[in-house]
């Protein structure tokens, strides 16, 4: 019920292609989704979130892509660089705080020159 | 310059040693996590405090211990009773308020048993 999925678990991208990596939740009641970008070493920082009211947010080159049906986003980088290559984590919490903030596994995205 | 600050950057333990990690933030945040990082594993929360004085498990605080005296600090302590230490620790902080609930993570400590 608290799991966030991710897949997948590695991504191998050429440079100018389109990345996306897709989360699964069971939870309804969860009403955040952010996604975090980590580079080796350093701690994760926010990219972009979302809220189930709407079913894309842009910004950039990154789109979230949310399917309240489904219960299922995934994150779409556009023309994607050798800068992009970095952990994805996606993630969900609910209600009035951000205590549950439930993390899924990562994706480790390479972008190939 | 505002954010978080860990330190150290990397820590050894010794068997049956206690061992503190310092997170400091000038966010003016009133909460503050601390979450545990193992390969594949994704982050787990350890413990969080929303206000001083007060702090709740998370999923895995069995062999963690935390203290909240200052809005701008939460150690963590990884006691002995935790067999299985090594793993890279993040602390982050975040408003307590519906709406900005962005978690902003510090550096890390990664811990290494010796």
């Known amino acids: 019920q608290q799991q966030v999925k991710q897949s997948p678990q590695s991504l191998i991208v050429q440079k100018g292609g389109i990345s996306i990596i897709n989360c699964a939740y069971e939870?309804?009641?969860?009403?955040?989704f952010p996604w975090y970008q980590q580079f080796p070493g350093k701690g994760p920082a926010l990219l972009i979130a979302i809220r189930p009211d709407v079913s894309e947010k842009k910004e950039g080159r990154f789109t979230i892509s949310f399917n309240k049906s489904a219960k299922q986003f995934s994150l779409h980088i556009m023309d994607s660089q050798p800068g992009d290559s970095a952990t994805y984590f996606c993630a969900a919490s609910f209600g009035g705080g951000s205590e549950k903030l439930v993390f899924g596994k990562g994706t480790k995205l390479t972008v190939n020159p | 310059d505002g954010g978080i600050t860990q330190s150290p950057k990397y820590l050894f333990r010794k068997e049956g040693q206690n061992v503190t990690l310092s997170c400091e933030q000038n966010l003016n945040h009133d909460a503050m996590y601390w979450y545990r990082q193992d390969p594949g594993q994704g982050l787990r929360l350890i413990y969080y405090?929303?206000?001083?004085?007060?702090?709740q498990k998370g999923d895995i605080a069995e062999g963690y211990s935390v203290s909240r005296e200052k809005k701008e600090s939460f150690p963590l302590t990884v006691t002995s009773a935790q067999k299985n230490p090594t793993a890279f620790y993040l602390c982050a902080s975040s408003p307590w308020e519906r709406g900005r609930e962005t978690q902003y993570f510090g550096p890390g400590t990664r811990l290494l048993v010796l």
């Open positions: 939870n309804t009641a969860f009403d955040y």
């Open positions: 405090s929303q206000i001083v004085n007060d702090f």
